[in-house]
């Protein structure tokens, strides 16, 4: 890593952030059912004219069902997670409804590891606690470094998801092309010499040059 790349990103957000950026707020109102089906459907999808209408159309048929086990219950009535894909989500893709099928089964056992009354306060907790490298062990077919950092965004961890914004802030500011795992990298590191939350930082950068295209 050349010898001041992290102070050119620090001045970087500096500049393009005088004060802090706004603080983010809680995705889908703490509902973990949405939160899952957000961060699966946004995978190399457009957000606001993909994502948004098919987790708000869920969101409005199935207003009772809120936690993970709710929506596994929910899939398992409708024969197979490519049939749930795409009767529920309008969605025809066998390999994204395994995605979603295994990632469903991680965070209902992963949970199982962490303190908690409600299963929101558990999968916070989990959130919380996972490390970027950790998204190798998930044994989640199709969900890589990017898909499982949005993940711990969307229950609430102070992080930030590498995605292909995230990637061409960081190499604009510091003059070369950088890959997911240094983005996050320089990016957490440029943002310990800020006053700001880096899960604030990525919000407002993705709001900023990606807000219709994002995936």
Same mark, same amino acid.
């Not at 919380?128 to 949005?150: C, I, K, M, N």
């Given at each position: ?52 209408? &098919?987790?708000? %159309? =869920? @969101? #409005? ?8 086990? *709710?929506? +596994?219950?929910?899939?398992? /009535? ?52 996972? &490390?970027?490298? %950790? =998204? @190798? #062990? ?8 990017? *898909?499982? +950092?949005?993940?711990?965004? /969307? ?58 295209? #994002?995936?």
């Amino acid at each position: 890593m050349p010898t001041g790349d992290i102070q050119r990103l620090t001045n970087a957000l500096r500049t393009l952030f005088p004060s802090p950026p706004p603080e983010t707020g809680e995705a889908w109102d703490g509902n973990n059912a949405l939160n899952v089906l957000d961060c699966v459907l946004s995978l190399n999808r457009p957000y606001d004219r993909f994502v948004l209408p &098919r987790v708000r %159309d =869920f @969101a #409005s048929k199935h207003a009772d069902v809120s936690m993970v086990s *709710g929506l +596994q219950q929910v899939m398992s /009535l409708c024969g197979s997670p490519a049939d749930f894909l795409a009767a529920e989500l309008r969605y025809k893709d066998a390999r994204r409804a395994e995605t979603l099928q295994g990632l469903v089964h991680y965070l209902i056992d992963i949970q199982h590891d962490f303190a908690g009354s409600t299963e929101k306060e558990r999968l916070r907790g989990w959130a919380e606690w996972a &490390r970027p490298g %950790d =998204f @190798a #062990s998930t044994g989640v077919s199709g969900f890589g470094l990017a *898909g499982f +950092q949005y993940l711990r965004l /969307l229950f609430g961890a102070n992080t930030a998801k590498p995605d292909r914004w995230i990637c061409k802030f960081v190499s604009d500011s510091i003059g070369r092309k950088v890959g997911p795992v240094e983005a996050l990298y320089l990016l957490e590191r440029a943002v310990k010499r800020t006053n700001f939350r880096i899960r604030d930082i990525d919000s407002a950068i993705w709001n900023d040059a990606a807000w219709g295209t #994002s995936d």
